[in-house]
Each structure stands twice: as structure tokens, then as C-alpha cells.
């Protein structure tokens, strides 16, 4: 079946760094990939997504591009905040047999800005 | 303003009891769904709902039942059987099961054992 897999975190990070964290992804056919953040307490909102292959998706300075020959979709910012602290979910929306139009989420990472 | 609306907040179930979780959407969507999220596992699919009266088990459905009588509604509930209960659920809903838009989700209800 779909699985994505993120890298561990939590990750912790001053004012302005750069960040990534990765996202690989296994699934049937052209899937869209999606990033979910979630701050403290609250649900997850939609940050950017993806459809088709080498698609870029950004939003608030955050950019992921979907590369379908290594199956991953890596999270990129050039200079956090400390307003970016909150909990990042790449999730996959299959389109093969029973996991068709079902999200499967990867187990999310936790972000930490300092100033 | 449109969105789902999950209450409520916070809620706490006594031994062999059920309990009931709202959820509702104003956005006019076909698709509605439940997850449940743990520490560090990420969210899973407890049930899914992709047209009125309608609807199916996902991958954790054990101890959950669900009804959709209506578009906007999507209720949850945990029965006695779920032996774990404590978590925060996430209600979702989407245009389409079917189609490549994201889930919109509410703001998630703090379930707790007493």
C-alpha cells in the first residue's frame, strides 16, 4: 500500500537558517503530495501541494517540488522564523485501487526556531 | 466564513461509556473524514464518508462508528469497545474523495480517559 516516510526530528534551528526536511514517498501511479502544518493545539492547514511530476509547490516562502524518479518531495526554506515552529506533515493523496482519493500522512516533524 | 467546525475542544469519557464528537462543514463538500493522531504516529483514517448516507471503515475503524444523514455532518462515535481512546481526533472533509484537491481540516477535539 501508500506509505510516506519523513525524516525524524525534532529538528531544532536558529532564526535564518535554512531548512529542509525530507519526504519519500511509495505509492501507485502519479499521486498529489501535499504539506500540512500544524501549530500547538490546532488542526492541520494546507501549506502547498503538488499534482504531476517536477510540479513546484510554495507558499510563505516554503517550496517542495514533487521529483517522481527518486519519489520525494523534501521541504525547503531559505530563512525560518520563529513564528515557523509547529509540526510539518508531507502526506501523499493515492490514485490506485483501494487507496484511491485516501491521504496517507507520514508521521510528521517537529520544528523548533529559536531567535 | 466557511470551514468545519470540530466541538468539542476538550472531552472526557468514564469506563464503558460512549461518547460523541461533532464535526461540521459549511463548504459544501462531498467527502468527510476522521483521523485520529498519536504522538509521534502521525494521523490515521478511522472512517471516511465520500456521500450522504454512505461511508467507510479506514485503517483503525475498530471501536469507532460514524453516521452521515446529512451533507454538513459527519459525527464520531467512540464506543466502549475502544480500548484506547485517548487522542486528539481530526475531522477533514474535501471536494471530492476522488479528486486531487486537499482536505480541509477542523481544529480537532482532546479526548481523555477520566
Known amino acids: 500500500g501508500d506509505s510516506v516516510t519523513q525524516m525524524e526530528g525534532p529538528v531544532t534551528l536558529s532564526e535564518e537558517a535554512f531548512l529542509t526536511i525530507n519526504c519519500t514517498y511509495t505509492?501507485?501511479?502519479?499521486?498529489?503530495l501535499f504539506w500540512y502544518v500544524q501549530y500547538p493545539g490546532e488542526g492541520l492547514q494546507l501549506l502547498l501541494k503538488?499534482?504531476?511530476?517536477?510540479d513546484k509547490g510554495s507558499n510563505k516562502g516554503f517550496e517542495a517540488t514533487y521529483r517522481k524518479e527518486t519519489t520525494s518531495f523534501h521541504l525547503e526554506k531559505g530563512s525560518v522564523q520563529v513564528s515557523d515552529s509547529a509540526v510539518y506533515f508531507c502526506?501523499?493523496?493515492?490514485?490506485?485501487?483501494?487507496?484511491?482519493?485516501?491521504?496517507?500522512f507520514g508521521q510528521g516533524t517537529i520544528l523548533t526556531v529559536h531567535p | 466564513d466557511g470551514g468545519i467546525t470540530q466541538s468539542p475542544k476538550y472531552l472526557f469519557r468514564k469506563e464503558g461509556q460512549n461518547v460523541t464528537l461533532s464535526c461540521e462543514q459549511n463548504?459544501?463538500?462531498?467527502?468527510m473524514y476522521w483521523y485520529r493522531q498519536d504522538p509521534g504516529q502521525g494521523l490515521r483514517l478511522i472512517y471516511y464518508?465520500?456521500?450522504?448516507?454512505?461511508?467507510q471503515k479506514g485503517d483503525i475503524a475498530e471501536g469507532y462508528s460514524v453516521s452521515r444523514e446529512k451533507k454538513e455532518s459527519f459525527p464520531l462515535t467512540v464506543t466502549s469497545a475502544q480500548k484506547n481512546p485517548t487522542a486528539f481526533y481530526l475531522c477533514?472533509?474535501?471536494?471530492?474523495?476522488?479528486?486531487?484537491?486537499?482536505?480541509?481540516f477542523g481544529d480537532g477535539t482532546r479526548l481523555s480517559i477520566l
Open positions: 477533514a472533509s474535501s471536494i471530492a474523495s476522488g479528486s486531487n484537491q486537499p482536505q480541509h
Open positions: 505509492a501507485t501511479g502519479y499521486p498529489s
Open positions: 502526506a501523499l493523496r493515492g490514485v490506485g485501487g483501494t487507496s484511491y482519493g485516501k491521504l496517507t
Open positions: 503538488a499534482t504531476k511530476a517536477d
Open positions: 463548504l459544501n463538500h462531498d467527502a
Open positions: 464518508s465520500q456521500i450522504v448516507n454512505d461511508f
